[in-house]
């Protein structure tokens, strides 16, 4: 079919129907897009995809609306938004159009579908409290964009257009980027097992550059690692490794006597020449050569706990 309208509704915006938009118009440049409420303009037509609007949920007459009852459900009975359904039926063209690896795809698929869709599908239908949050529920992608509508007394339908079009520009950048970041975990993990596999027993991992490990860490089942070494432009990084994704604690600390230092006092406290700087938290140094940073990592190991 030959897209030519993107429509949704018009008047107060949220979430999944401007997320719906960044990915429908990334597959359909050229279709004009729509804010309506008019009946003749959210019903099924040749070219047309109607999103969040229309009551009606049929992926082969272009509509994914989600207010009607029966209301669309994934298979675990979760409810879907507009957002979910676009990205049921759109995601993986979606991921397609932004270069993401054929062998990737299904992988970065899902996961964005688990880490970002579905919790906007949630949240749109009241099945998740954005307070669960905490103190930062006012910072989440939905909380963001719904800032972003025109004041109560700002008024007029160029107001809410011009919002409408400045939060679907916030929620295209935090998209794609969130798209580019899982790509990339998905590029560096082969060169993260390789490198664990070529480390055997050894305690610290050498990587070529600096890249996203922890997953493929996890993924391999290398508990014994300790800490990451790489080089950055000129000059040695140690790194610690992160017990879980959901916290900054590290499975070992660099050495207290290390914190907050720099250049010869860190020399000093470490017994290493070329040791440049601690971290005050303790969990990066930086060394002038390969051969200081090894010798950096080497302390720490011998001074982790066993």
Known sequence: MTVTELVTHSGGFHADE???TVVLSRLYPEARRLRSRAPALTSSAPGRIVYDVGRAYDATA???????????LRPDGAPYSSFG???????????????????????????LDDSLVRPIDLMDNGAL????????????LPALLER???????GGPDAEEAAFETALGLARTVLEA??????????AEGRVLAAIAETGNRRVLELPQGMPHLSAIEKAGADHLLFVVHPRDGDWALNTIRKSAGTFDSRADLPAAWAGLSDAALEQASGVPGARFCHNARFIAV???????????EKAVAEAPA
Request: charged residues 15%; aromatic residues 6%.
């Open 18 to 20: 401007i997320l719906s």
């Open 62 to 72: 272009g509509l994914f609306d989600h207010h009607q009852k029966p209301a669309p």
């Open 85 to 111: 359904l676009i990205w049921h039926h759109f995601g993986a063209d979606y991921l397609r159009a932004l270069a993401v690896p054929e062998a990737d795809l299904a992988a970065l698929h899902a996961d």
């Open 129 to 140: 409290d954005p307070s669960a949050a905490g103190p930062l529920a006012g910072l989440t």
């Open 148 to 154: 972003m509508k025109p004041a109560f007394d700002a």
């Open 178 to 187: 969130s798209v580019a970041t899982l790509a990339a975990r998905a590029r």
């Open 287 to 297: 060394a002038a050569t390969r051969e200081a940073v090894m010798a950096l990592a």
